[in-house]
Each structure stands twice: as structure tokens, then as C-alpha cells.
């Protein structure tokens, strides 16, 4: 369970996770060693997954955002989902309500980029149709959780 000192080195390492362990402690408030053991601990039980860097997509040549929506069928969602999410450009894979079955997020150099991806989705066996919505602006796009 997290405690109020797990809530307030998550909401640190939220907003910065590049800081030191010492400079996290005068933060928070505790030991240089207790925020060792509880980040430890938050890493061991999962509730932190990782450490990366936020990148601009632009800035790497990224220049064309596409949002698929894919209909998948006879029962094979799940693994047309995995085999999708190998793809080098797919960034988020979500299994969804409503008329689609999944929403695949992407990040495409150029557009012939994002024509070949689209021809090879289709060409798996069980993705039966697409639709495809080009990101004009990006109004928000937050990579950090809303804790309160």
C-alpha cells in the first residue's frame, strides 16, 4: 500500500525523475536511505516501471502522428494486439469498446512511412478493417500520471 512519504517521492519523481536521491530526501523530508528502500520498494512492487527520457517525435524526424482504429476478428484479438505492438513506429496499443477493436498510436517519418505500416497491418490475418486519423496538432499530450 502507498503511504503519504511513497506519495510525495512519486509526486517528485513525477515531476523530475533526474533528481538525486539526496536532493529527493530534503525534499520529502526523510533520510537519503529511507528514499532508497521506498523507491526500492515502489520499483519492486511494479508501481514504477521505469526511467526515460520524454522525447520530442518532431525533433527526430517523427513528423506524422496517426491514430488507427482496427477491427480484428474471430476471436484473436489479443494476439493480432502483440504482433502489432512489435512494430518499431507503434507506440501505444489499447484493446477498446465500442465499434473497434483496438486503437493502435504511431509515429511515422513521412507518409509513404505510414502507408507501408498501414498495408502491412492489413495484411495480418485476423485485422479485417482500418481507419487511420493523422494528428494535426497536439493540444496535450502529458506522459506523466494526474496524482492528487
Known amino acids: 500500500m ?7 517521492i512519486i509526486k517528485a519523481l513525477n515531476e523530475n525523475a533526474r533528481r538525486s536521491f539526496r536532493e529527493l530526501a530534503k ?8 528514499i532508497i528502500n521506498k523507491i526500492k520498494k515502489l520499483e519492486d512492487a511494479g508501481a ?11 525533433y527526430f524526424g517523427y513528423n506524422l502522428t496517426a491514430v488507427i482504429a482496427l477491427r480484428i476478428s474471430k476471436g484473436k484479438l489479443l494476439e493480432t494486439q502483440q504482433l502489432i505492438a512489435r512494430e518499431p513506429q507503434v507506440v501505444a496499443v489499447y484493446d477498446i469498446t465500442g465499434e473497434w477493436d483496438s486503437v493502435v498510436i504511431g509515429y511515422f517519418r513521412h507518409r509513404e512511412d505510414l502507408n507501408r505500416f498501414i498495408k502491412k497491418i492489413l495484411s495480418f490475418r485476423y485485422v479485417d478493417r482500418s481507419v487511420t486519423h493523422l494528428v494535426l496538432n497536439v493540444v496535450k499530450d502529458e506522459k506523466r500520471l494526474p496524482l492528487f
Open 2 to 8: 502507498i503511504d503519504e512519504i511513497d506519495l510525495r
Open 27 to 34: 525534499e520529502v523530508g526523510v533520510s537519503v536511505t529511507a
Open 48 to 58: 514504477i516501471k521505469g526511467y526515460i527520457p520524454i522525447l520530442d517525435p518532431e
